[in-house]
């Protein structure tokens, strides 16, 4: 069964104090890890998508990169806008065309000043 | 850029009746939306998959006369609670993928349902 587990499933931070995020996968053949942003009573936001192993990218504060069983969401400098919930999700293969993406619990970031 | 509605943002309803929420894809087509459901601190958790001109597909342990996905047009997709419990009360979301990725999806701001 596919999986994804998020780790710790809850951050508090002092305003600058540097952390990262973690979620570790075990999945019958991946295709693509997307890391999103979920504020209270919203919906999901995009931040990245990593496909392979060795890949990274940045945006701002947030930085994810992807090995083959994990990925980190590395925050840096983090500022109280930062605190949400950030979720880990994976696309498995599932033959050609758009599929669902499982994902992982989140982890709850709180940012405090 | 293009962006996925939601209407309701919010509904109370009585136990026994039903509600319908409305999943809309703004300024592109969407041949496929997910409906997903989210319990408080929990994950999303994929109900079906809704796809434009034919049959829903329901995840396991998904009734699909319970919850009626109707898929008419290439922007609208809608999610019916039939006959709604208390156990229903959740938050309900649905995503599309985005034209021109490979596998990026956006997502709708979400349905709050609470059932009384």
């Known amino acids: 069964e596919d999986q994804v587990t998020q780790s710790p499933e809850a951050l508090r931070l002092q305003e600058g104090e540097s952390s990262s995020l973690n979620c570790s996968y075990t999945?019958?053949?991946?295709?693509?890890l997307f890391w999103y942003r979920q504020d209270p009573g919203k919906g999901p936001e995009f931040l990245f998508t990593?496909?392979?192993a060795g890949e990274e990218k940045e945006k701002e504060r947030l930085k994810a990169t992807l090995t083959k069983k994990e990925s980190f969401l590395h925050i840096t400098a983090p500022k109280p806008e930062d605190s949400a919930t950030y979720l880990c999700?994976?696309?498995?293969?599932?033959?050609?065309?758009?599929?669902?993406?499982?994902f992982g619990k989140g982890t709850r970031l709180s940012v405090i000043a | 850029g293009a962006v996925v509605s939601q209407h309701p943002s919010w509904v109370i309803c009585k136990s026994g009746t039903s509600v319908k929420i409305e999943c809309r894809s703004l300024?592109?087509?969407?041949?496929?939306m997910f409906w997903y459901r989210q319990f408080p601190k929990q994950s999303l958790m994929l109900m079906a998959t809704?796809?434009?001109?034919?049959?829903?597909?329901?995840e396991q342990g998904v009734e699909k006369d319970k919850f009626l996905i109707n898929h008419a047009s290439l922007t609208l997709s809608t999610l019916t609670v039939t006959s709604a419990h208390p156990e229903d009360s959740s938050f309900y979301i649905c995503?599309?993928?985005?034209?021109?990725?490979?596998?990026?999806?956006?997502f709708g701001p979400g349905t709050r349902l609470t059932v009384t």
């Open positions: 995503s599309a993928p985005i034209p021109g990725t490979t596998y990026e999806q956006y």
């Open positions: 999945v019958s053949g991946l295709r693509g």
């Open positions: 990593l496909y392979s």
């Open positions: 999700a994976v696309r498995v293969h599932a033959g050609s065309g758009n599929t669902p993406l499982v």
């Open positions: 300024d592109f087509q969407a041949t496929t």
């Open positions: 809704s796809n434009e001109g034919s049959k829903a597909t329901y």
